[in-house]
């Protein structure tokens, strides 16, 4: 090998171009001007890494593009161009399958992926190239081997059963949201209703139900990831013994009825960098339920802000949300403690009802408590609750506080302090 090696250098001395995937030396090395491929079996010496040289069909291997970068690792598998540094993937065109988890930023390869777009066909069984027309034909699909659903913008016609399955359903991330409209399916009456199992929905338009437009149940575990949950007639999403984490997910403008747009009963809720607006009934309730509530607009609703109803686990945690414009703030039948909050303008004074207050801004009577205090939030507008320059919040939450950014993911603290409620004005 090592003669080979330095016949192989002597011959560059007068060949303006290497010939390509030629293998490495033992150690790895290359002639001058080339590097080693070591995705190829064996490692070959190509031009550049990233050429799509040194392999049959020309190409990379899947979900781990070869480039200026080097070999990305699977949790950052995109090469930045500009920084020319590994990072996740942002939208489904990053990724060699087209199937994006914007969620946790990584590529999902083909083989584990079931493809849906409106012009589909449900015969199949949801390839790339023969995609199914339907969520739910593509959830009665799922297994262990292919558990990612993607879903091609457009409008849908469907909802979805699912029992005991895990699986991902996510949409293009492209400027766009996937967007299911609702029928009735199997005699079900919501658009989406999960039954056990560990299901992700990101990037997606749930509009509509009979009744609430999402059920969870039998001990599931949800998130929704930058979606949407609207236009239901009696509530948004109604969760039962099970967990729900929203992440910079709205639900708003339930269509009738007093239900909560999130009503949470005997299991857990994460609600983060998310909003619930415009429902007759209550923003949020929960009952008998753990929760973790930090960032959030609550904002125009009939009822109350925020709702606690029975006994309050341990662990539970209610800090820099605004709620505002809402029948009343926020109602408690425990000691609970909300902190670093806006209150303002939920009907008449009290804002609060059984529920403690530290570090938070109120539009009329401030509660005992530290660091509360009246004033004026100064919001941008009516219809943008981010605060300016003006607002009595800036700087006033609380020293201590850890939470390290705000509802559009800005750092926090800002200034010299830390703002009340889910802004941190910029």
């Known amino acids: 090998m090592r003669t080979w090696a330095i016949a192989l250098i002597a011959a560059g001395c007068y060949h303006a171009n290497f010939a390509e995937n030629v293998p490495c030396s033992a150690d790895l090395h290359c002639p001058d001007g080339q590097v080693c491929d070591i995705t190829h079996a064996p490692p070959v010496c190509v031009s550049s890494l990233g050429s799509g040289t040194g392999f049959p069909d020309g190409g990379g291997p899947p979900d781990s593009p070869v480039s200026a970068c080097g070999i990305c690792d699977p949790a950052k598998p995109v090469c930045d161009p500009d920084s020319t540094t590994c990072r996740r993937c942002y939208q489904d065109s990053e990724c060699a399958s087209d199937v994006c988890s914007e969620s946790t930023g990584t590529c999902i390869a083909e083989s584990n992926a079931l493809y849906v777009r409106p012009s589909g066909d449900d015969s199949g069984t949801c390839t ?20 990612a659903i993607k879903v091609h913008d457009g409008d849908y016609d469907d909802s979805f059963v699912s029992t005991g399955a895990s699986y991902l359903v996510s949409g293009e991330a492209d400027g766009n949201v996937g967007y299911i409209s609702f029928r009735a399916f199997g005699g079900h009456d919501h658009l989406a209703e999960i ?42 999403i109604d969760v039962q013994g099970s967990t729900l984490d929203l992440e910079q997910t709205d639900v708003h403008d339930t269509i009738g009825g007093t239900a909560a747009a999130i009503n949470v009963e005997n299991g857990s809720v994460t609600i983060r960098g998310s909003v619930v607006y415009a429902v007759p009934g209550a923003c949020v309730r929960v009952s008998g339920a753990t929760f973790t509530i930090e960032n959030s607009f609550l904002v125009g609703c009939g009822a109350e802000g925020f709702a606690q109803l029975g006994v309050v686990p341990a662990l539970s945690v209610f800090q820099f949300n605004t709620v ?20 303002a303008n939920n009907g008449a004074a009290p804002q609060l009802a059984g529920c403690g207050a530290t570090y938070s801004l109120f539009t009329d009577v401030a509660p005992a408590g530290t660091g509360n205090l009246v004033g004026n939030p100064a919001f941008v507008a009516t219809d943008d609750d981010h605060i300016t320059f003006q607002s009595a919040a ?16 800005e750092p926090r603290p800002h ?12």
Do not use: W
């Open 415 to 426: 200034g010299a302090g830390y703002d009340i409620g889910a802004d941190e004005q910029y």
């Open 195 to 236: 039954q056990g199992g560990t299901v992700v929905i990101e990037e997606l338009m749930l509009d509509g139900g009979h009744q609430e437009t999402m059920r969870v149940q039998g001990g599931a575990q949800v998130t929704l990831f930058q979606s949407e949950v609207l236009h239901s007639p009696v509530g948004g």
């Open 324 to 343: 505002a414009s809402n029948g009343t703030g926020a109602t408690c039948t425990a000691p609970v403690t909300l902190r670093n909050t806006i209150f």
């Open 128 to 147: 790339r190239t023969a995609p199914c027309a339907t969520i739910s034909h593509a959830v009665s699909l799922v297994d262990a081997t292919r558990y």
């Open 394 to 409: 800036r700087n006033k939450g609380d020293p201590a506080s850890t939470l390290a950014v705000d509802y559009d993911g």
